[in-house]
């Protein structure tokens, strides 16, 4: 999978319940934290919002266990005129233990949905992430 962006991540103790597996909201804020240190650079311009959550789902396939190291892989599935949809995969050796897919909708100063500007797309590295994914259509 190309322009795929690694965050590694450890389970400790905070993270689990009291049988040492990951609690299920958990997964939200550890891919949060791999998004925003992924797309730090995107700063919203005309004093736009910016990117905002706008759908959100998870399938768990194996749990994460405390001390497990891991790491979040991030990448854009989908590219529309307002909005992106990111899949992030929580990856323990080969094997990928949940699968997070969030749609992220650009936001203006008024609120609304908004075509993302060009310049946001390279100011957040998306360039050719965008681009491949046109000529995959």
Known sequence: ?????????????????????TYHARYIEIAERARMKWLVDCVPTNDDIGFVIKKLSIEYKKPLLLGDDFVVQSHVAKFGAASLVIEQNFVRGDEVCATQTATVAYIGRDMRPKKIPDGMLSMCNLSSKVQLLRMKW
Do not use: L, R
């Open 1 to 21: 999978m190309n322009n795929v962006h690694k965050f590694p991540f450890s389970i400790a103790y905070a993270d689990t319940d009291a049988g040492g597996i």
